[in-house]
C-alpha cells in the first residue's frame, strides 16, 4: 500500500478534488478514497461519516483511529479499518491535518504527502462564496501563517484555477502516484 496524504488550509479545496476524484476513479482498483469521521454534519462536497462527540471519544479510547485531531471545535479521525491491504499496491488517499502526518509515516513506509495551495485572494473569495463560515473567521483563518510541513516525500498542488482545469491535473498526478 501507498499513502497520499492530503493536506492544505481551509477552502484550499481538498474535498472538491477528491469528491471529483472519488467520481473519476470510482472504478479503479489501484486507488482508494478513505473516508473520516467527523463531529460534525458533512457538506455536499464531503464523503465522510458523521459521529457525534460521545461515539467520537468512545471511538478513540477503543484505539479506532490510526490518527484524530481537532480542528475549528470538530473531531475528525481516520479509522484504521478504512485502510486497504498492506500488501496490496492500492494508493491511498486520506485528506488530514498537517499536524498528523507522523502518524502515518511511523507506521507506514510509502507516504506522500501532497500540499494543496489557493492564491489568498482567490481563497478569500471561495471562503466567502461557500458560506460556512462568517467574514470574521474567515479572516481569522486567512491570517495564520503556516510552517512548512515536515514530510518525507512532499508535493504541492495549485488550486488557484478553476476546477475545470485544476480539476484535470489533479486527476492526471493521482494517475501516474498509482502508477509508481
Ligand atoms: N478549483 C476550484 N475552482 C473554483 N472553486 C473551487 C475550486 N476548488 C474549490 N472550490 C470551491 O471553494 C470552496 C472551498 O473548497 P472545499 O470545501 O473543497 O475546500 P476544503 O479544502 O475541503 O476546505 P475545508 O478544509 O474547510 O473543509 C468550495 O465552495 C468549493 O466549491
Request: some cysteine; glycine content about 6%; overall charge positive.
Amino acid at each position: 500500500m501507498k499513502i497520499l496524504l492530503v493536506t492544505g488550509p481551509s477552502g484550499a479545496g481538498k474535498d472538491s478534488l477528491l469528491r471529483l476524484a472519488g467520481q473519476y476513479f470510482r472504478k479503479d482498483s489501484r486507488l482508494c478514497l478513505v473516508k473520516r469521521y467527523i463531529t460534525r454534519q458533512p457538506d455536499s462536497n464531503e464523503q465522510n461519516y458523521f459521529v457525534d462527540h460521545a461515539a467520537f471519544t468512545l471511538l478513540c479510547k477503543n484505539n479506532f483511529f490510526i490518527s484524530h485531531w481537532n480542528a475549528h471545535g470538530n473531531f475528525y479521525g481516520i479509522p484504521r479499518t478504512g485502510l486497504p491491504d498492506k500488501k496490496e499496491n492500492t494508493l491511498a488517499i486520506i485528506s488530514i491535518s498537517r499536524q498528523n502526518v507522523g502518524d502515518f509515516e511511523r507506521c507506514f513506509e510509502r507516504v506522500t504527502t501532497l500540499g494543496i495551495k489557493v492564491d489568498p485572494d482567490i481563497l478569500r473569495r471561495r471562503l466567502r462564496a461557500r458560506g460556512r463560515e462568517d467574514d470574521k473567521s474567515i479572516e481569522k483563518r486567512l491570517q495564520r501563517t503556516a510552517s512548512p510541513i515536515k514530510a518525507r516525500r512532499m508535493l504541492h498542488f495549485d488550486n488557484s484555477a478553476e476546477l475545470a482545469c485544476s480539476g484535470k491535473q489533479f486527476l492526471d498526478l493521482l494517475d501516474s502516484l498509482a502508477e509508481e
